[in-house]
């Protein structure tokens, strides 16, 4: 359902948007976690976009029903706006700035933890990937399997490290935390967006 309503969002007959799958991803993460209406200058802050592709999106996502005008103050979710968020959590159970650590790779990292998707990473070496082609400094993919804390094909987690995927993350066994480090918080957060997307779109596809 996230693979189709990704590709509902970005069709167009013509020129194709100026936003991409991971700034959908962050809008609609941004209005499921926001106490009111999201504006387009909060998405154009938020995601790094330009106030006319901001307020594109949104009117894009009203155009299919997912929001609804709150006045001057922004957009709020619809009823099926909630039914796709509610799909997104079911997939992305945290999605935050962690501090730096023996994990950084930039200035900025943000943690995204995924509910029983650990059956979807073989080496870890797609998340990196499609993080450092969002222009990401890198990323490492730890897994939980059997208790332990597995960095795919390369080390178990222990001492420090360990501790660290601990206190931040609540954990538990299939997850997934991918630590996204950029050169700013911008740049990390956005690869952190795509990464996810990249993953919803993975286990979805393994459906068809």
Same mark, same amino acid.
């Given at each position: 359902m996230i693979k189709r309503f990704f590709?509902?969002? $970005? #069709?167009?007959?013509?020129?194709?948007?100026? !936003?991409?799958?991971?700034?959908?991803?962050?809008?609609?993460?941004? $209005?499921?976690?926001?106490?009111?209406?999201?504006?387009?200058?909060?998405?154009k802050r938020k995601? %790094?976009?330009? +106030?006319?592709?901001?307020?594109?999106? $949104?009117?894009?996502? /009203?155009?299919?029903g997912i929001v609804r005008p709150a006045g001057r103050r922004g957009h709020v979710l619809t009823e099926e706006g909630k039914t796709i968020v509610d799909i997104v959590e079911g997939y992305i159970a945290e999605f935050k700035r962690v501090p730096r650590s023996d994990f950084s790779l930039g200035e900025c990292d943000y943690g995204i933890r995924f509910r029983g998707l650990s059956h979807l990473v073989s080496t870890g070496l797609d998340q990196r990937d499609q993080a450092v082609a969002m222009g990401a400094d890198g990323a490492t993919t730890i897994i939980v399997r059997e208790g332990r804390f597995l960095v795919p094909?390369?080390?178990?987690?222990?001492?420090?490290?360990? +501790? !660290?995927?601990r206190r /931040? !993350?609540?954990?538990?066994? %299939?997850?997934?935390?991918?630590?996204?480090? %950029?050169?700013?918080? $911008?740049? #990390?957060?956005?690869?952190?967006?795509?990464?996810?997307?990249?993953?919803?779109?993975?286990? +979805?596809?393994?459906?068809?």
């Amino acid at each position: 359902m996230i693979k189709r309503f990704f590709e509902s969002v $970005l #069709a167009s007959k013509t020129v194709p948007p100026g !936003f991409r799958e991971e700034d959908v991803l962050g809008v609609i993460l941004l $209005l499921g976690r926001s106490d009111g209406p999201v504006g387009r200058y909060t998405v154009k802050r938020k995601l %790094g976009l330009g +106030e006319a592709t901001a307020k594109t999106l $949104l009117r894009r996502l /009203h155009g299919l029903g997912i929001v609804r005008p709150a006045g001057r103050r922004g957009h709020v979710l619809t009823e099926e706006g909630k039914t796709i968020v509610d799909i997104v959590e079911g997939y992305i159970a945290e999605f935050k700035r962690v501090p730096r650590s023996d994990f950084s790779l930039g200035e900025c990292d943000y943690g995204i933890r995924f509910r029983g998707l650990s059956h979807l990473v073989s080496t870890g070496l797609d998340q990196r990937d499609q993080a450092v082609a969002m222009g990401a400094d890198g990323a490492t993919t730890i897994i939980v399997r059997e208790g332990r804390f597995l960095v795919p094909s390369v080390k178990e987690l222990e001492g420090e490290e360990e +501790e !660290f995927i601990r206190r /931040h !993350f609540n954990l538990e066994e %299939g997850d997934v935390v991918v630590i996204v480090s %950029g050169r700013d918080c $911008l740049s #990390a957060f956005k690869a952190g967006l795509a990464v996810a997307a990249n993953l919803i779109k993975k286990v +979805e596809g393994g459906r068809n």
